[in-house]
């Protein structure tokens, strides 16, 4: 079964340093991830890295367990799902962080995702759902981020 991916991007006003030190400090992780209700790093991780676990809960209550595959400070970090929701079969997500100029940043987050049977009859409406969630959760840290 071929993934199913999508990519959103925003500017932000901030340094690429800052920007992504930001979103990857899970102490001030729910300060801006208005799509979730827990993130937490695992295994007495004190810091986002290379290997590290994290598991997070959507506000609907599903719940991911992720590891960093990559983590290329400050330009981009990837995760893959290590347990997950029974509706994924697999999921992988980065976080592309990209210096437009002084003080600007493109934030780009690409997503790839397989979803089990009967779930992926209905790709089209999770794909979209999915997609809209980055879209808010782009918004509300660029709000949050430029407030600081």
Not at 43 to 52: L, M, R, T, W
Not at 107 to 131: D, E, G, H, Q
């Amino acid at each position: 079964m071929a993934s199913i991916k999508f990519s959103e991007k925003i500017l932000v006003d901030n340094s690429q340093a800052v920007v992504f030190d930001f979103t990857q400090d899970y102490s001030r992780r729910l300060l801006w991830d208005t799509f979730l209700k827990k993130a937490d790093l695992l295994e007495g991780a004190k810091a986002a890295g290379f290997g590290v676990k994290a598991w997070c809960v959507a506000r609907n209550g599903l719940g991911m367990e992720t590891e960093y595959v990559s983590f290329n400070r400050p330009k981009a970090t990837a995760i893959k799902m290590t347990c997950g929701p029974y509706l994924f079969k697999s999921f992988l997500g980065s976080w592309t962080f990209k210096e437009i100029g002084p003080g600007q940043t493109e934030i780009i987050f690409l997503y790839s995702f397989t979803l089990r049977f009967p779930f992926n009859l209905f790709k089209i409406v999770i794909k979209k759902n999915l997609s809209r969630n980055v879209r808010l959760r782009l918004h509300d840290l660029k709000k949050s981020i430029e407030s600081e």
